[in-house]
């Protein structure tokens, strides 16, 4: 098939692209780029005022199936990835059955491929039902196509057993992606340790939960030599654990969320919203400054969602019985250019380094470039485009999203995974 998208604004800091151009895409690759291409044959679509980016990815979604197919699945999950300019997503293992084994999989795999809306790249479990006991199958895994390992829910709690995983996953060439919590220390703890925890009579969680286990792998990483990628990093200190690890030449990495980017602790009142309820928790104003430098400074690679679907009668409870988690495939991007890029924080240029870019460095993927012979996979933006976030218009099945009332400004509009529409005008294709 040959598509032609005309008038295109196109953004690539790969190769120095940002200028107004035509694209020809045929059998799902980027066949030219110019000014007043021909087109003898095939579709065409005019894109005059919208910005072309590559494809973004998000490397922390959790699509829930198998197992919890009443949050969220792969049809579904895919559907939402895409309505937010995503064209491909690390699903995380933490499923009923875990993914800790190739049959698993490959059960994701076939799923993606028969319902999917975007590229789903399955991540293994780094122990076998994330017990943090047994090691779980890498190596079957890599076989079959997991493209990184985390115990994401919990995190690896004892320190041999994460060098294990390391040793493991390092010959492979496969990153191990940390969620960092000393569960003996964070214990029941709801929201940040600190005077908004004792304001509302909520028991804390220190900011050195995370801490400790963001500096214990990256001195793993130092002794294995297996790349570790930090996720949903979320004070300050931790975030200069990092910084320090990368100019020492570890190989680490890490990832921010949008929540913690623009919500803190001051966002949970007397209200009690669920919806805020989220693990790591929202942290201080200072930590979200800080976070927002590490964009700028480059010790922050990506951004990702950590998309955490829950049923209505779930967060419908009182806030210590509430699981941890809140939605944002959908509303990240319009949160990123109203918040950073409207405002010249961050340029274009580095919103797709960090949203599309670095995550397919991150998991070892082919990358995508606006140029020809690279894969078709394409984000289509209108950055004038102004939308309230409202419930309604959630293509997830679960509406958990700390955002909601929102008012945002630039948002995808068109989705192209290997030269095919999944989304047009907003609208996904079926």
């Given amino acids: 098939m040959a598509l032609m998208l005309r008038n295109a604004h196109v953004i690539d800091p790969q190769v120095g692209l940002n200028q107004v151009c035509d694209i020809l895409i045929r059998d799902g690759r980027i066949v030219e780029l110019g000014k007043d291409l021909v087109l003898p044959k095939g579709i065409e679509r005019d894109l005059k005022g919208k910005i072309v980016v590559p494809g973004l990815v998000d490397v922390h979604v959790h699509l829930r199936e198998p197992g919890y197919e009443y949050k969220e699945d792969i049809a579904s999950g895919t ?12 699903a995380m293992p933490n499923t009923q059955p875990t993914t800790d084994n190739a049959t698993v999989v490959e059960y994701v795999q076939a799923q993606a491929a028969k319902v999917g809306k975007c590229r789903v790249y399955p991540s293994g479990a780094c122990t076998v039902g994330l017990k943090g006991e047994t090691l779980a199958e890498i190596g079957d895994m890599v076989a079959h196509g997991a493209v990184a390992f985390t115990d994401d829910g919990r995190g690896v709690q004892d320190s041999g057993m994460m060098r294990r995983v390391m040793d493991y996953a390092r010959p492979f060439g496969k990153v191990v992606m940390s969620h960092c919590q000393d569960e003996a220390l964070v214990g029941k703890g709801q929201i940040n340790e600190g005077a ?18 963001i500096q214990r792998d990256i001195e793993l990483s ?12 979320s004070s300050a200190r931790g975030l200069e654990m990092v910084r320090r690890g990368k100019a020492d030449g ?4 890490c990832e921010v969320t949008p929540h913690h980017l623009f919500l803190d602790e001051t966002n949970i009142g007397p209200e009690y919203n669920a919806n805020l309820k989220v693990n790591p928790p929202l942290r201080t104003a200072e930590d979200r400054a800080a976070l927002v430098q590490g964009l700028l400074d480059g010790t922050i690679d990506c951004i990702v969602t950590d ?23 959908e509303t990240v991007l319009g949160a990123m250019l109203t918040n950073l890029v409207r405002p010249g924080v961050i340029s274009w240029e580095r919103l797709v380094e960090l949203m599309a870019v670095n995550p ?28 309230d976030v409202l419930e309604q218009d959630f293509l997830s099945k679960s509406k958990n999203c700390g955002f909601t009332g929102a008012h945002f400004v630039g948002k995808a509009t068109h989705v192209y995974v290997g030269g095919y529409a999944t989304m047009e005008e907003g609208e996904i294709v079926e």
């Fill in 222 to 233: 130092r002794l294995t030599g297996c790349p570790i990628h930090i996720q949903h990093i």
């Fill in 250 to 253: 570890i190989q680490v990495t």
């Fill in 196 to 213: 908004v925890s004792t304001k509302l009579g909520l028991q804390g969680w220190p900011a050195a939960g995370e801490e400790l286990q």
């Fill in 360 to 387: 397919r460095a991150i998991l070892r993927l082919e990358p995508v470039k606006l140029e020809p012979g690279s894969v078709a996979d394409l984000t289509v933006i209108d950055p004038d485009l102004e939308w």
């Fill in 307 to 329: 998309h955490a679907p829950h049923a209505a009668h779930e967060k419908d409870r009182e806030f210590e019985q509430a699981p941890f988690g809140m939605t944002g495939i």
């Fill in 79 to 90: 559907r939402a990835a895409a309505h937010g300019g995503f064209t491909g997503v690390c």
